[in-house]
């Protein structure tokens, strides 16, 4: 059974910096992307970032230049480092894999809170 746990989260001031992981268990071993997505209250979950097996990303306009994607595919792991965190970043954030097979798996969530 595959499980995503994601770690990292919490609350922050404005301008400071959180680092969230996602480490995929449960005998996985096709992952393509890894991803990053986030749901406010009262709004739909949308992208943040993702990642490639191949390393190649993808950000949404809002965070582009402020959080990075990466990942460690031999821990079946995928990081954010988000830096000058906005009170509008403050969400649940996801992570989700997508394996060759088009098989899609979601984390259970973890709160990012930033202050104004």
């Known amino acids: 059974q595959v499980q995503l746990v994601e770690s990292g989260g919490g609350l922050v001031q404005a301008g400071g910096s959180l680092r969230l992981s996602c480490a995929a268990s449960g005998g996985v071993f096709d992952i393509n992307t890894m991803g990053w997505y986030r749901q406010a209250p009262g709004k739909q979950r949308e992208l943040v970032a993702t990642?490639?097996?191949?390393?190649?990303?993808n950000y949404a306009d809002s965070v582009k230049g402020r959080f990075t994607i990466s990942r460690d595919n031999a821990k079946n792991a995928a990081y954010l480092q988000m830096d000058s965190l906005k009170p509008e970043d403050t969400a649940v954030y996801y992570c989700q894999i997508i394996t060759l097979r088009l098989l899609h798996f979601w984390g259970q969530g973890t709160q990012v809170t930033v202050s104004s």
């Open positions: 990642v490639t097996s191949g390393g190649s990303t």
